[in-house]
């Protein structure tokens, strides 16, 4: 049952503010907590940023004191001592093994011919080096100090190289060549600390990345830092990335708890100030509920009766007392036999009280006569439910009672008229059967004229009997299909199940393309056939199926009666789709406005001149029974195509 609102106690402007102060203080307490919080995660920012910034001041610095390094090994070669391929590889091993990025070392002469290599070629990565050309080299012997060149792609890795002349007695006695994986170079001097808190990376001047160390761990891309690697210089630049560090759980849980306790303060201060309103509008509250409940009696149109385990009257509402026409006080507190009770039902009365009280009676409810106070019966319907106190214990039983009488009354009368419904019904019927056989009886008796004016133009003509026989036999064949028609559709309109048997759907359609040649030829008509060699044999009433298809065909044809000779065209296909037997019927008519589309199929509608209206109706009706489905559409060559769609028999 819904309540009224109960409307709260207006509070005074002082009591309001006493109310809303330590909502507000504890307000700015959360708000200067969250500020701290966000200044102290702005200082730990900044102070990574500086770190981030020593860092890699300090990767800087150790790279380029290994490419010093290298530098200074590379300028020590002594072209005499380094003549013989072991002192080469002797004096070029330590640079390689050494884990400063160096994958090859090569000597080369002034004229930059290679002498030697090591590792050698063979046994190297690719190297295909553009610094070892002749420019870069006469760059290195002119400057008489290293230089280094571009990078260059060797497979999935880019690499680099240092040119260091080596002069004697103020001669360039040769150069010796570093190469550099950018690849290895990181891995190797980039030491583990610095990995695990960055991801290091060198790209080159349009942001390609050229090589880097990392993990999988997830990026902070908006505090990055990058700085030029000169040496080796070409635009190439040291770019490091951190690595997003989680939320120390000690910050969390104190921000969690903060906030909990801060929500924990405001939820008890909204519940204590919902606490003290609701004691201060109980009272009113109580007076609205009484209000309203007394107001809900009053005014409900449906009985109720509340008895107690031994059947004692309870509570009675107005609506009750107004239908038996006692008072509350007559009623409340009798126990059976009650004054309402008729004295004609009186034992089928005490059979539904006892039933009552055992808990047996219908859920739906249950039909009884009654007894008003000046004697009249009334039909009741009454609807038990178990009566349930506060402590979840069954005390009684709660009835809502409904007087039926008129309600009865009306269906009475529903029900004959009903019954002349029905009557009327067998009348349309025995109408609709009567147009049925007109309409489908026009085309075999139209047949066996034809084939009755044959005969007799044969036997004028002194045809051979075989002839006479042979036209008499279709005369005879049009006969019996004509009485096929008559008994099934009698059938059918008796609202019977089609006759189902095994049907071949191309046989039956090859049939009716053959019946209508002759009338197609008359009225300038193409039939075109498209039906499938596969269709399926279906479960369906040979004579009604085809009468309905055979409708449809006729009506098409029908309706090309204004269309140009060299138009006039007639499609029926048939195939599977959709794991149903489509059969469509195309023709290139005049087509079928949007008024008439709605009320097409009704019975007794039709657009002919001398149409009776029954015949797309009887197809529907025949291809509903066959559980499928009649439709049409508009054909985009102009005209309409209907559709029936079959499903296929159970396997």
Same mark, same amino acid.
């Given at each position: 049952?819904?309540?009224?609102?109960?409307?709260?106690?207006?509070?005074?402007?002082?009591?309001?503010?006493?109310?809303?102060?330590?909502?507000?203080?504890?307000?700015?307490?959360?708000?200067?907590?969250?500020?701290?919080?966000?200044?102290?995660?702005?200082?730990?920012?900044?102070?990574?940023?500086?770190?981030?910034?020593?860092?890699?001041?300090?990767?800087?610095?150790?790279?380029?004191?290994?490419?010093?390094?290298?530098?200074?090994?590379?300028?020590?070669?002594?072209?005499?001592? +380094? =003549?013989?391929? @072991? &002192?080469?590889?002797?004096?070029?091993? #330590?640079?390689?093994?050494?884990?400063? !990025?160096? $994958?090859?070392?090569?000597?080369?002469?002034?004229?930059?011919?290679?002498?030697?290599?090591?590792?050698?070629?063979?046994?190297?990565?690719?190297?295909?080096?553009?610094?070892?050309?002749?420019?870069?080299?006469?760059?290195?012997?002119?400057?008489?100090?290293?230089?280094?060149?571009?990078?260059?792609?060797?497979?999935?890795?880019?690499?680099?190289?240092?040119?260091?002349?080596?002069?004697?007695?103020?001669?360039?006695?040769?150069?010796?060549v570093g190469v550099y994986s950018i690849r290895r170079l990181l891995a190797d001097t980039v030491p583990w600390w610095i990995a695990e808190r960055y991801r290091i990376?060198?790209?080159?001047?349009?942001?390609?990345?050229?090589?880097?160390?990392?993990? +999988? =761990?997830?990026? @902070? &891309?908006?505090?990055?830092?990058?700085? #030029?690697?000169?040496?080796?210089?070409? !635009?190439? $630049?040291?770019?490091?990335?951190?690595?997003?560090?989680?939320?120390?759980?000690?910050?969390?849980?104190?921000?969690?708890?903060?906030?909990?306790?801060?929500?924990?303060?405001?939820?008890?201060?909204?519940?204590?100030?919902?606490?003290?309103?609701?004691?201060?509008?109980?009272?009113?509250?109580?007076?609205?509920?009484?209000?309203?409940?007394?107001?809900?009696?009053?005014?409900?149109?449906?009985?109720?009766?509340?008895?107690?385990?031994?059947?004692?009257?309870?509570?009675?509402?107005?609506?009750?007392?107004?239908?038996?026409?006692?008072?509350?006080?007559?009623?409340?507190?009798?126990?059976?036999?009650?004054?309402?009770?008729?004295?004609?039902?009186?034992?089928?009365?005490? =059979?539904?009280?006892?039933?009552?009280?055992?808990?047996?009676? #219908?859920?739906?409810?249950?039909?009884?006569?009654?007894?008003?106070?000046?004697?009249?019966?009334?039909?009741?319907?009454?609807?038990?439910?178990?009566?349930?106190?506060?402590?979840?214990?069954?005390?009684?039983?709660?009835?809502?009672?409904?007087?039926?009488?008129?309600?009865?009354?009306?269906?009475?009368?529903?029900?004959?008229?009903?019954?002349?419904?029905?009557?009327?019904?067998?009348?349309?019927?025995?109408?609709?059967?009567?147009?049925?056989?007109?309409?489908?009886?026009?085309?075999?008796?139209?047949?066996?004229?034809?084939?009755?004016?044959?005969?007799?133009?044969?036997?004028?003509?002194?045809?051979?009997?075989?002839?006479?026989?042979?036209?008499?036999?279709?005369?005879?064949?049009?006969?019996?299909?004509?009485?096929?028609?008559?008994?099934?559709?009698?059938?059918?309109?008796?609202?019977?199940?089609?006759?189902?048997?095994?049907?071949?759907?191309?046989?039956?359609?090859?049939?009716?393309?053959?019946?209508?040649?002759?009338?197609?030829?008359?009225?300038?008509?193409?039939?075109?056939?498209?039906?499938?060699?596969?269709?399926?044999?279906?479960?369906?009433?040979?004579?009604?199926?085809?009468?309905?298809?055979?409708?449809?065909?006729?009506?098409?044809?029908?309706?090309?009666?204004?269309?140009?000779?060299?138009?006039?065209?007639?499609?029926?296909?048939?195939?599977?789709?959709?794991?149903?037997?489509?059969?469509?019927?195309?023709?290139?008519?005049?087509?079928?406005?949007?008024?008439?589309?709605?009320?097409?199929?009704e019975p007794f509608y039709t657009t002919k001149q001398e149409g009776l209206g029954v015949g797309l109706k009887i197809c529907r009706s025949v291809v509903e029974a066959?559980?499928?489905?009649?439709?049409?559409?508009?054909?985009?060559?102009?005209?309409?195509?209907?559709?029936?769609?079959?499903?296929?028999?159970?396997?």
């Amino acid at each position: 049952m819904t309540v009224p609102a109960v409307p709260r106690p207006a509070a005074t402007s002082s009591g309001q503010l006493w109310w809303w102060l330590p909502r507000v203080s504890i307000l700015l307490l959360v708000s200067g907590i969250f500020a701290l919080f966000w200044y102290l995660q702005r200082s730990d920012r900044e102070e990574q940023r500086a770190t981030l910034i020593s860092d890699m001041l300090w990767l800087e610095q150790s790279l380029r004191f290994v490419l010093d390094h290298n530098e200074d090994l590379l300028g020590r070669f002594d072209p005499q001592r +380094i =003549a013989r391929r @072991e &002192t080469f590889e002797a004096h070029a091993a #330590p640079l390689v093994t050494s884990n400063s !990025g160096v $994958i090859q070392v090569l000597w080369l002469a002034p004229s930059g011919e290679k002498l030697d290599a090591y590792p050698p070629v063979a046994d190297a990565p690719s190297v295909a080096s553009p610094a070892t050309g002749a420019a870069t080299q006469r760059l290195a012997g002119s400057v008489a100090h290293a230089v280094y060149g571009p990078p260059y792609p060797v497979g999935s890795d880019w690499q680099f190289d240092v040119l260091v002349p080596v002069f004697r007695s103020g001669e360039l006695a040769g150069i010796a060549v570093g190469v550099y994986s950018i690849r290895r170079l990181l891995a190797d001097t980039v030491p583990w600390w610095i990995a695990e808190r960055y991801r290091i990376a060198i790209v080159d001047q349009s942001g390609q990345r050229l090589g880097q160390r990392s993990n +999988i =761990a997830e990026l @902070e &891309t908006d505090n990055d830092y990058q700085m #030029p690697f000169d040496p080796p210089g070409h !635009g190439l $630049i040291l770019h490091a990335t951190p690595y997003r560090s989680a939320t120390p759980m000690a910050g969390r849980v104190i921000m969690t708890g903060l906030a909990f306790l801060a929500a924990l303060v405001l939820f008890s201060l909204w519940t204590l100030r919902r606490h003290v309103q609701g004691r201060l509008a109980a009272e009113s509250a109580l007076q609205n509920e009484v209000a309203f409940r007394k107001a809900m009696e009053d005014s409900v149109q449906t009985g109720l009766r509340a008895r107690n385990l031994d059947g004692r009257i309870t509570y009675v509402n107005p609506a009750f007392c107004r239908m038996v026409g006692f008072s509350p006080e007559e009623l409340i507190g009798r126990l059976p036999p009650m004054p309402y009770w008729a004295e004609e039902y009186l034992d089928e009365t005490r =059979a539904m009280h006892a039933k009552v009280l055992a808990g047996e009676a #219908p859920s739906e409810g249950f039909e009884i006569k009654l007894k008003r106070r000046n004697g009249e019966i009334f039909d009741a319907l009454i609807i038990e439910a178990p009566l349930i106190d506060s402590q979840g214990r069954h005390t009684g039983w709660m009835g809502s009672v409904v007087d039926i009488t008129e309600r009865k009354r009306v269906a009475e009368l529903a029900r004959q008229q009903e019954e002349r419904l029905q009557a009327s019904a067998r009348l349309i019927t025995m109408g609709e059967m009567a147009s049925s056989l007109a309409h489908e009886l026009n085309q075999p008796l139209a047949a066996i004229s034809s084939y009755a004016t044959g005969c007799r133009n044969l036997i004028a003509a002194g045809a051979p009997q075989s002839e006479i026989d042979g036209a008499i036999a279709k005369c005879q064949q049009q006969a019996q299909r004509a009485g096929r028609i008559i008994r099934r559709i009698y059938e059918f309109v008796r609202r019977q199940e089609p006759k189902s048997e095994p049907c071949d759907i191309g046989i039956l359609l090859a049939d009716l393309v053959t019946l209508l040649e002759s009338e197609a030829r008359r009225q300038r008509v193409r039939l075109q056939r498209d039906i499938a060699p596969d269709l399926p044999i279906l479960q369906a009433d040979r004579i009604l199926l085809g009468q309905a298809i055979l409708n449809l065909m006729k009506n098409g044809i029908d309706a090309m009666s204004q269309t140009d000779e060299a138009a006039r065209q007639l499609t029926l296909r048939a195939a599977l789709h959709d794991g149903q037997v489509l059969i469509s019927v195309a023709d290139r008519g005049c087509g079928i406005e949007p008024e008439t589309a709605a009320q097409l199929f009704e019975p007794f509608y039709t657009t002919k001149q001398e149409g009776l209206g029954v015949g797309l109706k009887i197809c529907r009706s025949v291809v509903e029974a066959h559980h499928g489905r009649l439709w049409f559409e508009a054909n985009p060559a102009g005209g309409t195509i209907f559709h029936i769609a079959l499903p296929l028999p159970a396997t």
